[in-house]
C-alpha cells in the first residue's frame, strides 16, 4: 500500500520531467534522422542551456521562461555554425568521421565551458511555488516546463508537416539525393536541422537549469539519456523521442518505488539494450 | 571558402586542446633544484697564539619536494581547491619564514608538485605513481574525497611514501596493514556523532532516514552511524544510497516523505548534496531537521537561497569553535602552529575568501609535517613516520593523534567535529553557526526547520 502510495506520488513528477527529456531527446533523434549523424556535443549544448538560464535569470533578472525565446535563437544559430563548421565536409564520410567531428565539438566545449565556469555545480534559485495534488506536491517550475516542452513539440511537429522548410527536412530526411534533384538545397536543409536539434538541446538545458543545480559537465548525463530515449521512441523520429521521454521519465519516477534507487541506471540502460536487440527500430517506430 | 573553414575548424580545435590542457593538467612549476651543499670553506691556518674555534655547523639548503593531485575538474573540484589553497597558505608561510633549520645546520624549504587529477580514481594511481617515480616527491599528501585517497594510498604504501591524508574520512584504508598513511579528519564512522548526540537532547523520539550517495565516504559514514542511533533508541525507518550523478531527487524526497521521516541524515559530497537540499526544499516534506555531508560546510551553499536554512554539516573545524593554545595547556598538550583567527586572517587575505575546514584541513596537513620533521630533527621518511607516530599534539585545527595498532595504523583518534547549521542572522543573511557540542555552540539549534 505504502508503494502504491509513493508510486502515485512520484508518477506526475516523471510525466512532467519526461517532456523534458523528450524535447533533450527529440534534438538528438532529428540530427540524426535527417543526416545520420551522431552528435556527441549534445551533452555540452544542454549544459550550454542551463549556463543561458543562469545568466539571464541571475545576471540580468529576466524571468528565464522569457529567456527561452534568446536562448532558442542562439541554439539555433550555434548549431548553424557548428554543422558548418564541424560536420558539412564529413557529412558524406563514415559514422566515424562524423562521430570524431561532433566529439572534437562536445571536447572544445567542455574545456571552454570548463575554463569559463569552472566544473562547479551552479545553481538557480527560482521557484514557481508549488501545489498538493492528494498527497503529491507537484512543482510549478516542472509544470511550467512540460507544457512548454509541449509546445515545442507542438511548433516541430507543425514546422515539419506545414512548413515548405519543414517539408524539405522531411525530404532530405527521406532520400537527399532525390530532394537534390527536385531542387531542394540540401546544404542549407542540412545546416537548418543541424540547427534545430541544437535548439532543442539548449531550450531543454534551460528548462531543467529551472529545478535542478548543474555544470558543464551535466549534459553527458541528459545526452545518455537522451540516446535511450531515442532508442525507445524510434531513431530518426522525433515525435517518438517525446514519448521516449515520457517513458523513461515514468520510470525514473516509479521504479524508485519498488527499489533502491541506484537500480535506475542499470533498469534505463538495461531497457536500452532490450529495445535495441528486439525491437531496433524502437517502440514508435525508426525515421520514414 | 573550403580553405576559411579549414582554417576556422582547425583555430577551434587548436584553441579547445590549449584550453583542455590548460584547464586539466596544469603541473606546478617544477620543483627547485636543491641547493647545492655549500663548499666546505678551506680550512683557514690555525693562528699560532689561539686555540681553534667550534666550527659552526655549515648552513645547508634542502628542498623537499610534497607531491600530491588535487581535483581541479570534475566532482570533487570544489572542496578539492580549498584543500589545496589551504596547503599552499601553508607552503608559503613556512618558506617565507625562513624554513625549518636543523640542529646540523641545515635548512628544510619546501617546494610541491601536482596535476589535476579530475575527480578520477585511475588517474590518481597514474599520477601518484609519475609523483613518486619521476618527480622524486619525498612526502606525500592525498587527494581530496575518500575515494580517491583510498587508490592514492595503494601507490603510496606500495611504494614505501608517507602520506598525509585530508579531506578523507574513511575509515577502511587505515585497517589494511599500511604503515605510511596518517589521517587527519576524524575517520568518517564518527562523522556524525556530535549530530546524534544533540538529536538526542532535542528530540529523542526522531524517526530517521540515512539517504547517502553511494561512494566509498557517504557509505562509511552512513554503516558507522546507524548502529549508533539505534543505540540511542532512534527508529531509522529508511536507509538508501543514490548514484553520484543523481539530479532528480524528487523520487527520493517523496519516499523519504512516504516513511514517515522526521529527521534526513544523509548526503555525500558537493553536487550531490546542493541538489538534495534544493529536492527538499521544493517538496516541503515536513522534515524538522535536516543533516547533509560536506556540502553544507562549504561557502557557496547559501547561493541555493532560502533552500540552505537549517541545513546541519559535520564540520572538522569551524574559526567560531577554534583550538586555542589555552585548551591545549589545560588539556595538558603541546600546541604547535598558528591560532585559528591568525590562519583565517592570512587566508582571507590571500583567497579573499573566509577559510572553510577544507582549507583548515590543507593547511594541517602541512602544518603537522613541519611538525614532525621538526621533531625528527630531520627529512628521514622513516624518522618522520616515527615522529608522526609519536604525534599527540594540538593546533587551531583540534587535536591530532595516530592510532599505532597494526589493526588501524594511521587512524585519527584524537580529533573531535562539531555540528555547524545555516541560520538566518538578525539581518535576514544566512551564516553558517555552530550548534553542537553545546560547549562551544554559539547558536541553539534551528528545530524544527520553520516551513517556508
Known sequence: ?????????????????????????????????????????????????????????????????????????????????IYFTAVHRVINAPHLS??????????????????????????????????????????????????????????LYLFLYRTRPGKYIRAVTNNRDAAELMGVPSTRILALSFGLGTMLAAVSGALIATFFPFSILSGGGYELKSFVIGVLGGLGNPIGALFGGLILGVLEGVIPAFMNTSWVPVIEFGLFVVILLVRPNGLFGAKK | ???????????????????????????AEAPAEPAAPAEPAEPAAPAEEEPAAPAEPVMTEETVVIGFTSSLTGAQEVSSKRQVNGFTLWLNQVNEAGGIELSDGTVVKFDYKTYDDESNGERVQELYTRLIAEDNADFLISPYSSGLTSSASIVAEQNGKVMIT?????????????????????????????????????????????????????????????????????????????????ADFGPIVNKIQGSGATVLLGGGHYPDGTALARAIYDRQIGLKFAYLLVAPADTKFPELGDAALGIAVSSQWELAATHTEAEASNMGMEWFGPTGEDFAADYEAAYG??????????????????????????????????????????????????????EAHGLQIAHKMVVAQWQKNEAGELERVIVAPADVATNEPLYPIPAQ
Not at chain 1, 566544473?119 to 507537484?138: E, H, Q, R
Not at chain 2, 579549414?6 to 586542446?17: F, K, M, P, R
Not at chain 2, 523520539?205 to 561512494?215: F, L, N, S, T
Not at chain 2, 562509511?220 to 527508529?235: D, Q, S, T
Request: a negative charge; glycine letters at 10%; aromatic letters at 10%.
Open chain 1, 1 to 81: 500500500m505504502q508503494q502504491l502510495n509513493l508510486l502515485l506520488t512520484s508518477l506526475p513528477d516523471g510525466i512532467l520531467l519526461g517532456f523534458v527529456y523528450g524535447v533533450a531527446a527529440m534534438g538528438l533523434t532529428l540530427i540524426w534522422g535527417v543526416m545520420n549523424v551522431i552528435n556527441l556535443a549534445h551533452g555540452p549544448i544542454i549544459a550550454l542551456g542551463m549556463f543561458s538560464t543562469f545568466f539571464i535569470y541571475i545576471r540580468f533578472e529576466i524571468n528565464p521562461y522569457l529567456g527561452l525565446i534568446p536562448v532558442a535563437i542562439a541554439g539555433l544559430l550555434l548549431g548553424v555554425v
Open chain 1, 98 to 155: 562524423s562521430l570524431l567531428a561532433t566529439f572534437s565539438v562536445n571536447m572544445i566545449i567542455i574545456g571552454l565551458g570548463t575554463a569559463a565556469f569552472t566544473t562547479s555545480p551552479y545553481n538557480v534559485d527560482f521557484n514557481m511555488g508549488s501545489f498538493k495534488l492528494g498527497a503529491t506536491t507537484i512543482l510549478g517550475t516542472r509544470v511550467i516546463a512540460a507544457v512548454i516542452a509541449f509546445l515545442f513539440t507542438a511548433g
Open chain 2, 1 to 27: 571558402m573550403k580553405r576559411s573553414l579549414y582554417s576556422i575548424v582547425t583555430l577551434l580545435i587548436l584553441a579547445g586542446l590549449i584550453l583542455s590542457a590548460c584547464g586539466s593538467s596544469a603541473p
Open chain 2, 166 to 246: 585530508t579531506g578523507a574520512a574513511d575509515d577502511d584504508a587505515y585497517k589494511t596493514g599500511n604503515t605510511g598513511l596518517f589521517q587527519l579528519y576524524t575517520p568518517g564512522s564518527l562523522y556524525m556523532s556530535s549530530t546524534v548526540d544533540m538529536l538526542k537532547e532535542l528530540d529523542p523520539d526522531a524517526k530517521v532516514a540515512i539517504v547517502y550517495e553511494a561512494v566509498k565516504f557517504a557509505t562509511g559514514v552512513a554503516e558507522g552511524i546507524k548502529p549508533y542511533l539505534e543505540e540511542n533508541g532512534f527508529e531509522v525507518v529508511m536507509e538508501e544510497s543514490y548514484a553520484s550523478d543523481t
Open chain 2, 353 to 406: 575568501d573566509p577559510p572553510t575546514y577544507h582549507v583548515a584541513g590543507g593547511y594541517t596537513a602541512g602544518l603537522i609535517l613541519q611538525k614532525a620533521i621538526i621533531d625528527a630533527d630531520s627529512t628521514d621518511p622513516e624518522a618522520v613516520k616515527a615522529a608522526l607516530n609519536a604525534m599527540n599534539l594540538m593546533t587551531f585545527y583540534g587535536a591530532i593523534q595516530f592510532d599505532t595498532s597494526e
